[in-house]
Each structure stands twice: as C-alpha cells, then as structure tokens.
C-alpha cells in the first residue's frame, strides 16, 4: 500500500497530524491494539461536566491508523461526551472522505480507544461518587488489582 492510494486529506493528516501526546492532566484513558497488524492506538482524555475539554493520542501503526485517529481527536475535541459515544468508524472514514477499502479497519483503532478513555472516566466518576475510591492513583490500583484477577481466574478455567 502507499501513501498515494490515500486521499488529500488523509495524507493531509498524516503528515501534519493533530492533537499528538498524552493530556497531562487527563482523567480518561483507553488503549486499543489490532492483533491483524500489530497496531496499537492510545487515546487520554480530560472531561469536564460532560465536555472533552482535551483528547491526545499515539499510535503506533500505518498511515490510515494516524490519520483516522487525528481525525478522531478534532472532532471529539469540546465535544459532549453522549456525542462521542456515538460516534462510529463509518463517521470517521465519511469524515475523511473515504479510505482504501483494506485500510477501512485502521479507523476502527480510534474509536474504540476514543470510548474506552470515556469508560474509564466514567468508571472512575461511578467510583468516586460510591466513595470506593478517591484519588486517581487509588482508582488505577484497583483497575490494575481487577484485570490481574480477571486473568488469573481466566488461567485456571
Ligand atoms: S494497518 Fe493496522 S491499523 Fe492500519
């Protein structure tokens, strides 16, 4: 595949790409991989009352993976977070203008870190507001301390 198979404005945003980091002082993260290829997608967010008031992202992956994901951040940027969540990788590849039908799943790795950094706000809120947790730092103990269960549990089924 090369980069010219790619329209102007998806090579317009991989080589210029918007919105590149990690929100620093972010309070949503999702991380996405795409077993196919390798790619991995990182999403943080900082929302407040609703409002994506930030969103960066990283990837590691092809040209349709860093457009579709810069993309993904310019949209959602300022957004209510109902807005986001409803968002699709079909909007993100109409937003584009279309892509190469065998780089269509590259939008998929955006989307779906894009909703799980709101997830993980959303979690983190749930427990705040229940007092199981009050700090971030205690929030990512206990989500560490969950996914090592869950493994450990999925090991001895
Ligand atoms: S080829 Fe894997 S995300 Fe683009």
Redesign the pocket.
């Known amino acids: 595949m090369s980069v010219l198979d790619y329209n102007e404005l998806t090579i317009e945003h991989f080589q210029n790409p918007r919105n590149v980091g990690m929100v620093k002082d972010g309070n949503g993260y999702g991380k996405i991989g ?1 077993p ?4 991995i997608c990182e999403i943080t967010v900082r929302i407040e009352n609703s409002i994506i008031k930030d969103i960066k992202f990283r990837v590691y ?2 040209a ?2 860093i457009a579709t994901s810069s993309v993904v951040t310019e949209i959602t940027m300022g957004k209510n977070i109902d807005f986001a969540l409803k968002l699709t990788d079909d909007n993100v590849v109409d937003f584009l203008g279309g892509l190469p039908e065998g ?1 269509k ?2 939008s998929l ?1 955006a989307i779906k870190a894009l909703h799980q950094a709101i997830y993980d706000y959303l979690i983190n809120k749930r427990l705040v507001n229940e007092g199981t947790v009050s700090t971030q730092d205690q929030f990512n103990q206990l989500a560490e301390q969950t996914l090592r269960e869950i493994l450990q549990r999925a090991k001895q089924n």
Do not use: Q, R, Y
């Not at 196919?36 to 790619?39: E, F, H, L, T």
């Open positions: 795409e196919g290829c390798g790619d992956g092809c349709g993976a780089k799943h590259c790795l």
